[in-house]
Structure formats: structure tokens, C-alpha cells
């Protein structure tokens, strides 16, 4: 097969050969790294490889690890057989006959180390969520390349090339590496398990800037009308998302247990929270039609869920189709974009803005310094006549019609 120039979507998308109506393995070479190939076997299961010449001119193959969720992505495949490659220009057999000893400590060693820095830092000091992210990013972009390898043994360089590789395809994905990376490293130095970190120094490869943008009235009722055309889970919860004002793991997530029937409340604990502050959010007339619309499944926690097991996951491509049925831009927008669009939508309202920072749940702002310690008002009252008239706009854009209004109860 001629070599192609292998993309994220291409290795997701990938299936065995098909000959005479029987599936047979594929083997996909990439053209932007001689050697590499994509595996698909038969039964759908795709690997890498690198296929290669030995010194002594035999040919050899190298398994690189699986090429799905919990193996290795495309930068880091690309990464691996780079540095497999480098190894053979030296004179070294990337696949040796023998495992070389290795001299130094176990606990030295970076698959040991990550998992410590996990268990004693990490999960002490951060949310699950910021937990969970970095898990993922030593699993799916560090530890592939490097397993094997002892701390004391990484440089500069392989911070460097590694993060480089990464954002060739993700450039936000090689930010938020390196700031997982210096994280560890830096801990791993105030244990004096190494003596200066290999990411100092070493600058972001992408430049962030604060986003802006702010879906348009019409866009916002494009994408409602699209979200109850999909008729699922991911339109429910998008449409909450928007009357919320919450951030989109907050209600992906958003258990039964968490809902104060009575008073209509959604209530986050503090480790459900990005600033770590319980929040409780008034639910607009809205917002709790679409909670109570979803179906219960027994022994699953989640209000929306698409297996009747875990919250709802794969955004990525739920957005995907809603921005088609939406005849929205999909690269124009984010889903934390609608957060900022509540914002925006609320001050055009005429909402005071220190209301509008209690219903996002923003601790600095009018909130900030000593007003944010001795402020304990909750503001609940004022939030669900506020999240109201926002629930009430939103539904005026769709129908063209005022909406109905209804008593709320402020206590």
C-alpha cells in the first residue's frame, strides 16, 4: 500500500482490508515517518509498528502499542519510532535480542515515578477532574515514548521533541503536556529525587489567547433547535448547559443525587467545582422540563447517559453533528463558548454583574479579597430569578413568542 499521510481522523477511521468478502488485516504506512505503519487486524484492533533494518541488514519489526483511547496517538506513535530510528542510526538495535539491564533504581524509574506523583500529589491536591487530565496525558503522550526509561535519564531535548511532535497535530494538547510535565518534574525535584527539572526553559509551543466569542442570538436558536431535533442525551444536556451557565463536565456529569426536588436545585459539591466552592444553581422552569424529561435507568447515578451506565462522553462528536444540523461553522465554536454566551446574554438583560458572577459560580471579580470571606449571602433568591428570566429569554428566541410566566418560589 502506498504510504498516505496518516491524520488523527484517518487512525480512528481506519478498517481492515476486505478481500473477497473476507476482512483481512491492513497495514496503513504513514508518509511522514518512514517505517511507521498503522495495524488494523481483522477484528478492528489497530496498533503501530515500525518496520526497520537491523545493523547486520535482517529486517525486523518493532510493536510500538496499541493505536486507540488508552494507547498511543499519532504525535506520540510519530514520537516513539523518531526515537527508535535515532537509536538505530547510533548503532543500536531498537528491538534488542536481550533486555538490557537496567542500573538504576525501580523507583527511579518513570512508570514508578508518574504513578507516585499521582497517588502522594496529584490526587491529594487536585480535583478529580484535573486528576483525571493528567492521568490521560502521561498515559496516551508521555509514558509511551518513554517507558522504560529512568527520570535521571531525561534531558531538555527529549522534553522538547517530545512536546514538538505533540503539536504537530494537538497544539493545545502539547501546551497542556508541558504543563503536566513541569508539574512532575518540578515535584520530583523538591523530593530531591532529581536535581534541576528538564522542562525548565522549555516554552509553550502554541500561543493561547483568550477567547472572545459569543454565539449570536440566531446561532443560539439554531443550535437549540438542533439539540431537540437530536432527540438524546447530548441535546438535552447541551440545552442545560446553556440555561445553566455551568461548564459542560458539571452537567455531562450531573447526578440524580445532586437535584433538591423540592427546591429545584442542582447542587455541586466542592470537588465537582473548578475553584473548588459548592455552588447550588436555581433551576429555570426550562432547565427542570428537560431534567425530568430524561429517562431513569436503574443502577446508573447519571441524568444523562447514552448507555444507561456512564455520564454522556465523545462531545467531540456530538458537536460535530449538532454544529451540521445547526448549519453552525463546527471550528467557529466551543462548548465553553456557550458559558460566555449566558454571560453576555445576561448583561444584555440589563443582570447586575455581581449576579451574574454568583450564577457562574466566579469567586474573584465583585466576589474577590475580603468581600468574597465575609460575603456569605447566598444570593439563591435573586440567582433563580435571574437564571429564570435567562431560561425565558432563550425560549422566546425559539418560539417567537414571549415566554409563560410563572410564580417562583424564593424560599
Partial sequence: MPAKLLTPRTVETAKPKLNAGKLMRAEIPDAACPGLFLVVQASGTRSWALRYRRPDGSTAKLTLGRADANGLSLAAARHAATAARLRLDGGEDPKPKQLPIISYSTSDAIEAAVTSFLDLHARKKN????????????????????????????????????????????????????????????????????????????????????????????????????????????????????????????????????????????????????????????????????????????????????????????????????????????????????????????QRLGIAVHLIERCLNHVSGSFAGVVGVYQTYSYEAEMRVVLQRWGDHIEQLVTGKPA??????TA
Fill in 127 to 346: 480535583r478529580p477532574a484535573t486528576v483525571w487530565a493528567a492521568e490521560r496525558i502521561f498515559q496516551r503522550c508521555v509514558l509511551p515514548p518513554w517507558r522504560g526509561r529512568s527520570v535521571h535519564s531525561i534531558r531538555r531535548r527529549d522534553v522538547i521533541e517530545l512536546i514538538e511532535h505533540i503539536a504537530t497535530d494537538r497544539p493545545y494538547l502539547a501546551n497542556r503536556t508541558l504543563g503536566v510535565l513541569s508539574k512532575f518534574f518540578r515535584w520530583l525535584q523538591s523530593r530531591d529525587v532529581i536535581e534541576t527539572a528538564p522542562t525548565a526553559g522549555v516554552v509553550r509551543p502554541f500561543e493561547e489567547k483568550p477567547r472572545t466569542r459569543t454565539l449570536t442570538d440566531d446561532e443560539l436558536r439554531r443550535l437549540w433547535l438542533a439539540c431537540e431535533d437530536d432527540g438524546g442525551p447530548f441535546g438535552a444536556a447541551l440545552r442545560v448547559l446553556l440555561l445553566s451557565g455551568c461548564r459542560r463536565d458539571e452537567i455531562s456529569r450531573m447526578c440524580w443525587s445532586e437535584l433538591d426536588l423540592q427546591r429545584r436545585l442542582f447542587i455541586l459539591k466542592g470537588e465537582r467545582t473548578k475553584n473548588g466552592v459548592e455552588h447550588a444553581v436555581p433551576l429555570s422552569t426550562q432547565a427542570w422540563a428537560i431534567i425530568e424529561a430524561q429517562p431513569r435507568v436503574a443502577g446508573c447515578p447519571y441524568v444523562f447517559t447514552a448507555d444507561g451506565k456512564r455520564p454522556v462522553i465523545g462531545w467531540a462528536k456530538a458537536k460535530t453533528r449538532l454544529s451540521e444540523k445547526a448549519e453552525i461553522a463546527e471550528e467557529g465554536w466551543r462548548l465553553h463558548d456557550l458559558r460566555r454566551s449566558t454571560a453576555s446574554g445576561m
Fill in 404 to 409: 409563560k410566566v410563572v410564580k417562583l418560589r
